[in-house]
């Protein structure tokens, strides 16, 4: 059976989006260079790797629809606590929805889902 190693997204800054990423879903950042930041879940079933301009990556930040859905215990928590962070807005009907879109600092589409 396959297993999935690691989520790539493309970003302006490394550095700047780890400092989010680790802020607002709790991951911690595991290598930190100028092209790259690798962040683990706290199980380390998760694997995210933000992939700067100097990685060579042809993608742009600014991903239009999400390329993979985080996984929280409490969706309602983890919508308050974007609130504050995400330049974009939410999208989801919080009365009914198991799940709601939001957009990084660099204007990526992350999809956030109650487990």
Known sequence: M????????????????????SAAFGL???????HAAVLDSPDREFRLTLMGPESGIAARPGLTWAT???LVDDL???RKGLADRSPGPISGDERTCLWFTVTDPDGNTLLVCDR
Request: without cysteine.
């Open 2 to 21: 396959a297993q999935l190693g690691s989520v790539f997204l493309p970003v302006t800054s490394p550095r700047a989006a780890a400092a989010w990423f």
């Open 28 to 34: 911690a950042v595991s290598s930190l260079q100028e």
């Open 68 to 70: 993979f859905s985080l």
């Open 76 to 78: 309602e928590a983890a």
